[in-house]
């Protein structure tokens, strides 16, 4: 998970409002059990997600 995670936040660096990148970070955070720093990634997909106004995952994943 540690390349993973490396190559994430380069990737974020490149382009920060990329939501992929910040919702897999998000889950490199959680399996690794670094919660706080998931909930984080969390905060700025959904501000992501607002801004360009797309559905969040769990909404679109709901109505399927």
Do not use: W
Not at 35 to 49: H, I
């Amino acid at each position: 998970f540690t390349k993973a995670e490396l190559c994430l936040n380069i990737a974020i660096r490149r382009d920060p409002v990329d939501p992929l990148n910040h919702k897999l970070l998000e889950e490199v955070y959680m399996r690794t059990g670094r919660v706080d720093l998931a909930q984080n990634e969390e905060k700025r997909l959904q501000e992501l997600s607002t801004k360009s106004g797309d559905v969040p995952n769990n909404v679109a994943t709901q109505r399927q």
